[in-house]
Antibody, heavy 116, light 107 residues
Framework: QVQLVQSGAEVKKPGASVKVSCKAS????????MHWVRQAPGQGPEWMGI????????NYTQKFQGRVTMTRDTSTSTVYMELSSLRAEDTAVYYC?????????WGQGTTVTVSS | DIQLTQSPSLLSASVGDRVTLTCRAS??????LAWYQQKPGKAPKLLIY???TLQSGVPSRFSGSGSGTEFTLTVSSLQPEDFATYYC?????????FGGGTKVEIK
């Protein structure tokens, strides 16, 4: 079945970077755009950006411009999201989500905790 | 950025009730709206896309309608598993945005 499996939880210090992976299976990797969404504790989802599997083009929301990098590896059907210069406010669950007209399938989420 | 306002923020209802959730966009988004259901500790789950198309596997008691700036999600007869938080999302233009959510709780 269509599945997105994300990497495990991370604990980082302020100023560090984190790289989260999302491995797709059960469908043709290039069929879905891949989004990254984060959700801070007790808050609603927040869209971070999108990566297009064909060509690897990206579109990031302005809030994360300069701090986020989304990449993909078509040979392993994996997308990555790297967030740098972490601060306490970046503590959240980070999700990858794939789809064309919406976010049809979601990863299980990766908890990133930023704490000194 | 397009703002999405959901109402009510909290809805108390009973099993079997018909409930309607509203999502208003700050500008027209055509039919580029999706609805998601989220339960605590879980990822959001797609219910409806392009405003009114039911995602495969989603029960037919869920329905969506609207276009432009006003949208609704209706649950015709609430079931125990439907108590959750519901989010709308616009996919008309970047940045994609979500509404603030409606929590449906047991009355």
């Amino acid at each position: 079945q269509v599945q997105l499996v994300q990497s495990g939880a991370e604990v980082k210090k302020p100023g560090a970077s984190v790289k989260v992976s999302c491995k797709a299976s059960g469908y043709i990797f290039t069929s879905y755009y891949m989004h990254w969404v984060r959700q801070a504790p007790g808050q609603g989802p927040e869209w971070m950006g999108i990566i297009y599997p064909i060509g690897g083009g990206t579109n990031y929301t302005q809030k994360f411009q300069g701090r986020v990098t989304m990449t993909r590896d078509t040979s392993t059907s994996t997308v990555y999201m790297e967030l740098s210069s972490l601060r306490a406010e970046d503590t959240a669950v980070y999700y990858c989500a794939g789809g064309l007209r919406s976010m049809d399938v979601w990863g299980q989420g990766t908890t990133v905790t930023v704490s000194s | 950025d397009i703002q999405l306002t959901q109402s009510p923020s909290l809805l108390s209802a009973s099993v079997g009730d018909r409930v309607t959730l509203t999502c208003r966009a700050s500008q027209g988004i055509g039919s580029y709206l999706a609805w998601y259901q989220q339960k605590p500790g879980k990822a959001p789950k797609l219910l409806i896309y392009t405003a009114s198309t039911l995602q495969s596997g989603v029960p037919s008691r869920f329905s969506g309608s609207g276009s432009g700036t006003e949208f609704t999600l209706t649950v015709s007869s609430l079931q125990p598993e439907d108590f959750a938080t519901y989010y709308c999302q616009q996919l008309n233009s970047y940045p994609l945005t979500f509404g603030g959510g409606t929590k449906v709780e047991i009355k």
